[in-house]
């Protein structure tokens, strides 16, 4: 028997099949989204968009669908009646505004020119003036739930972008009801409208012991607001591993497989590796190395720890308190430096060595020491996530001299990731929630082992891999497995689906002592700028920012 994992990201979606007995990958297929991320010009219209905008082209999710489910099948060589779930994972907060029959808007004549209207993906950083009210009402108000989440609200979470539609366009809010992608997913595939307690819990703030927060609340941020749970949302949460229902008539002709086979409740993507890394008990911490980076790990109990995105009871695996941390920024960071920091003949260099960019700068940063590059970074091209939560911060470098090259700046960039990744571990270990252990997953764990020795350098820690190079893709044929359960040759729940389909890699990471030794020097050098610029002793970076765009 067989199970399908959809793997919505950034720019592109993956259909992985997944032997159920075992975890082996039979067949995947990728395909990129032709609008991609739209952060400039809206494609309907040719239109400039606002500065922070980050929106994407539901069409684009439909196609892609098709294309890879259709792929991986043909590539497999099984029999399609032998597939016996589907489990999705997607980006979040991407907000999909719809109709009252499911069908996004922008999609219609009628509003394809409003920016609005189109799907806001998580990186849509525009409501932050709204996330900034949020956190000051709630905490003058003394609202319980606002602890939970580090005592901010994040600009890319569910009600400060609902909140900036409302008032930036409020003809889209009273004609739109709004689900989270991996729900409307869920929903075009299956008919049910479920909403997965992950997406509720770190993007809603909702909990399972008291629900969203309340239409006072809501209310005294603007009167329309009061009713936004009931009125555009719903309150009903689903957890993590149920089945949602069965795959339509529509898409068991699209994809030929068999109407009614079973589709999962939708999850976060990160969130999705977890079982696939074997990690099904507090101790261990997985992190997912990817366009941003997320940290999560299992508690038995909820505790507070201030800066991080937030815990939520089964929003990881059911039966735990999952803890979510993160930064906005990874392989975006040194993509950014690829395609604009780069002279021509380090390309030339790299096509006559047949190597990428990537590779070639990694190669020449391997061979650089700690604290050769002379440079410092702040990580905070998109922001910072964790654990100051102001995406109005940007990013910086200290030490640039004339003689600095590109892979001294592609090692700093690294180095800077890794240091705001010890910022986050050691706000986590404070707390008492316990990391004994961690194994990652993601694009760069996978193909960048200097990435990884900075890593385990830095944070003075060991580093283990997960087995799957799509390990978001893996949990969710394993959450797709167990959807179906075990009368239909699946299982009936995350631990048995871990114990037979998750693996993890021989080969690890360990801290080289010497290293670790420079690199603690070279923290506290971060840390300084970490609080100098982030923690109000020079808000330069937010006036640079109000002086761009005129605000």
Known sequence: MYSIGLDYGTLSVRCLIADVSNGQEVAEAVWEYPDGVIDEYLPSTGEKLPPDFALQNPADYILGTETVIREAIASAGI????????????????????????????????????????????????????????????????????????????????????????????????????????DWMVYELTGARVKNAAGAGYKACWSKADGFPSSDYFKALDPEFENVVRDKLGKDVNSIGERAGGLNEKWSRITGLKEGTAVAVGIIDAHAAIPALTITAPGTMGAIMGTSG????????????????????????????????????????????????????????AREKGLSVHQLLTEKAAAIKPGGTGLIVLDWWNGNRNIIVDYDLSGAVVGYTMATKPEELYRAFIEGIAFGCRVIMEQIDKSGVRIDSIIASGGIAEKNPVFMQIFADITAREWKL????????????????????????????????????????????????ENTRIYDSLYREYMTLHDYFGRGGNNVMKRLKQLKYGR
């Open 466 to 513: 997960g087995a799957s190079a799509q390990s978001c893709a893996l949990g969710s044929a394993m959450w797709g497995a167990v959807a179906a359960g075990r009368a239909a040759g699946g299982y009936d729940n995350v631990q048995e689906a871990a114990r037979h389909m998750a693996h993890t890699k021989d080969k690890s990471y360990r801290p080289i002592a």
């Open 294 to 349: 997320c940290y999560l790990t299992l508690g038995d109990k909820p505790v507070l720890v201030e800066g991080i995105c937030g815990y939520t009871a089964d929003g990881i695996e059911p039966g735990f308190i999952g803890f979510e941390a993160g930064q906005g920024c990874v392989g975006d960071m040194l993509a950014w430096l690829v395609e604009n920091c780069v002279p021509a003949s380090y390309e030339k260099e």
């Open 79 to 182: 029999d399609k009646n032998d597939i016996i779930g589907i489990g999705i994972d997607f980006t979040a907060c991407t907000v999909v505004p719809v109709d009252p029959d499911g069908v996004p808007l922008c999609m219609s004549e009628e509003w394809k020119r409003e920016p609005h209207a189109w799907v806001k993906l998580w990186k849509h950083h525009a409501a932050t003036p709204e996330a900034e009210e949020m956190t000051a009402l709630a905490a003058q108000r003394g609202e319980p739930w606002l602890a939970r989440y580090g005592g901010t609200v994040g600009s890319e979470w569910m009600f400060p972008k609902l909140l900036e539609i409302l008032r930036k366009a409020p003809r889209v809010y009273r004609a739109a009801r709004f689900m989270e992608a991996a």
